[in-house]
């Protein structure tokens, strides 16, 4: 699986908008990058996923350049209780698929 | 559904002693993973199963061992507890597709002490 290189930690404040970067240089042809979030005592809960370009839901939006080497998770208008840990992960579901989560992002929202 | 349901939510255990850890997933993934976490660190993976009666080693096996008899459950097995083994537990399940969908499904987590 592609290794992932991502920022220890990022504070902000309620109401920005807040930009995780995730560096995946080695990734393959057919990688899919996913985002998880994970609040203090729980597991770990998918947020979004996405191959190229922009990918949008209703909690974040994912975009991926067209050398897809990067890709950048934006949370709209943060509150306190988007203080979590964000994990990028790239790999494909084809053949024996096992998530791989490195030490993750550390977004701390001030008021 | 109930998801992926892990027990106990907690245990203390001396030096020594054995016990299990259960995961059930009711949603009919085959494909389902053990993780430890370490205060501050990232998932690492212990085992992890492609499907009923197939088991292999992750990142950090030693000292656990699992089981796949069915689809729905993956219990993992301490054998000989460590104070090194004192960890947050936890048991996912994803279903990889032909939409090649990576969304995996975590349970709440078993915090476990070893005194």
């Known amino acids: 699986l592609a290794k992932t290189t991502q920022p220890i930690s990022m504070d902000s404040y309620e109401g920005q908008e807040v930009n995780i970067t995730c560096s995946h240089n080695n990734i393959a042809t057919n990688d899919y990058i996913t985002w998880y979030q994970q609040f203090p005592s729980q597991g770990p809960r998918f947020i979004i996923q996405?191959?190229?370009t922009k990918v949008t839901n209703e909690v974040a939006s994912l975009f991926i350049p067209a050398d897809r080497k990067s890709s950048t998770l934006s949370l709209p208008r943060v509150s306190l209780s988007d203080t979590a840990v964000y994990y990028c992960?790239?790999?494909?579901?084809?053949?024996?698929?096992?998530?791989?989560f490195g030490r993750g992002t550390s977004l701390i929202v001030h008021p | 559904n109930a998801g992926v349901t892990q027990t106990p939510k907690f245990r203390i255990l001396k030096i020594g002693q054995s016990m299990t850890l259960q995961c059930t997933q009711d949603m009919n993934h085959n494909y389902m993973y053990w993780y430890r976490q370490d205060p501050g660190m990232g998932l690492k993976l212990i085992y992890y199963s492609v499907g009923a009666g197939i088991t292999d080693k992750g990142e950090v096996p030693n000292g656990y061992n699992v089981s796949r008899s069915t689809t729905e459950d993956f219990p993992l097995r301490l054998e000989l507890a460590a104070p090194s083994q004192t960890s947050v537990y936890f048991c996912?399940?994803?279903?990889?597709?032909?939409?090649?969908?990576?969304?995996?499904?975590f349970g709440q987590g078993t915090r476990l002490t070893v005194v």
């Open positions: 992960l790239v790999g494909t579901s084809g053949g024996s698929y096992i998530p791989t």
């Open positions: 996405g191959y190229k």
């Open positions: 996912a399940s994803i279903e990889p597709d032909v939409t090649l969908n990576t969304e995996a499904f």
